[in-house]
C-alpha cells in the first residue's frame, strides 16, 4: 500500500513538473507556441444569396469583420492540415465555421503563424450577427446590427461605435471592450473576465455575475433607472431603489466579481 502511494505522489510531482515547465514556456515565448512546420493556405468564399444572419464559430485566431462596397458577404481565410473551415448557406442565414480538425491540436490555438480571418460585409447591410469565439480576437466594425449575439469562451472583443436592436454576451474568460453601444435592451453575463462599455446608451439592462468585472458608462442619470441587484457575494456600486422613469432598468445577479455602473450625461 505504501508502494503504490509511493507511485501516486512520484507521478503527481512529474505532472507538476511538466505543467511547470509549460507554463514556463510558454511566458517566455509570450504565451504563444511557434510551430514553424505550420503553413497555412488563404482561401476565399463570396456568398451566393442575401441573408439576416450571419453567424461566426471560431476554435482559434483572429477575425476582422468589415465593412466594404461589395453586394455579398466575403471570407477570406485559413487552412492547413490542422484547421478547415466550412461556409453553409441557407434560406436567411450564412454560418462560417473555423476548427480544428483534431481534439489533440489544442496547442495550435497559440501558434503564432494562424493568418487573420476577415469577413467582408456590404455597407448598410443590417444583419443579425452570432458570434461564438472558443479562443482569439474578434474585432467589430462601427456600424448597425439587428441581434447581436456574443458568445466568449477565452480572448478578447473589441469595438468602437456599435448600434444594435439587443445585446446578448456571455463570457467564460477574457476582455471585451466597447467605446459606445446603444441597444433598447443589453445582458451581460460574466463567469469570468472583464467587460468595459465606456457609454452605454441602453433602456433595459441586465448584468448577471459568478465572477469577473463589469464596467458600464450609463447614459442618462442614477434617478431615472430602476435597480434591482441581487447579491450573494461580490461588489456593486449602485444601490437598489425605484426610478423615475418605468422603461429603464438595470437588473441581475451577482454571485461573486464586481458591477461598476457609472452615470454619464451627453450633451445631444
Not at 32 to 45: A, L, P, V
Not at 86 to 94: A, G, L, M, W, Y
Not at 186 to 198: Q, R
Not at 226 to 236: E, P, Q, R
Request: with cysteine; aromatic share 8%; glycine share 8%.
Amino acid at each position: 500500500m505504501k508502494g503504490f502511494v509511493k507511485v501516486i505522489i512520484a507521478g503527481a510531482v512529474i505532472l507538476g513538473i511538466g505543467i511547470a515547465i509549460l507554463i514556463i514556456a510558454l511566458a517566455v515565448n509570450g504565451w504563444k507556441f511557434d510551430f514553424k512546420e505550420t503553413e497555412y493556405e488563404m482561401k476565399s468564399y463570396t456568398a451566393e444569396g442575401q441573408f439576416d444572419t450571419l453567424s461566426v464559430d471560431i476554435s482559434a485566431g483572429e477575425v476582422d469583420i468589415v465593412y466594404y462596397d461589395g453586394e455579398t458577404i466575403k471570407f477570406d481565410y485559413p487552412e492547413n492540415n490542422r484547421f478547415t473551415a466550412t461556409v453553409t448557406e441557407s434560406k436567411s442565414e450564412i454560418s462560417f465555421v473555423s476548427k480544428k480538425k483534431h481534439f489533440w491540436d489544442w496547442w495550435s490555438s497559440w501558434s503564432t503563424n494562424l493568418p487573420k480571418t476577415t469577413i467582408s460585409v456590404p455597407q448598410n447591410c443590417k444583419l443579425n450577427l452570432n458570434i461564438d469565439l472558443n479562443a482569439g480576437i474578434i474585432n467589430l466594425p462601427d456600424g448597425e446590427f439587428e441581434k447581436l449575439n456574443l458568445h466568449l469562451n477565452a480572448g478578447e472583443i473589441k469595438g468602437n461605435e456599435i448600434t444594435a436592436s439587443s445585446l446578448e454576451f456571455k463570457m467564460n474568460a477574457g476582455t471585451a471592450k466597447f467605446e459606445s453601444l446603444k441597444c433598447a435592451s443589453s445582458t451581460f453575463k460574466l463567469n469570468a473576465g472583464t467587460v468595459s462599455v465606456e457609454k452605454l446608451a441602453c433602456d433595459k439592462i441586465t448584468a448577471n455575475l459568478n465572477a469577473g468585472t463589469a464596467t458600464l458608462g450609463v447614459v442618462g442619470t442614477a434617478t431615472e433607472y430602476t435597480v434591482d441587484i441581487t447579491k450573494n457575494a461580490g461588489a456593486c456600486n449602485v444601490n437598489n431603489h425605484t426610478g423615475t422613469n418605468e422603461a429603464k432598468s438595470i437588473t441581475g445577479k451577482m454571485n461573486a466579481g464586481s458591477l461598476n455602473v457609472t452615470f454619464i450625461h451627453i450633451d445631444n
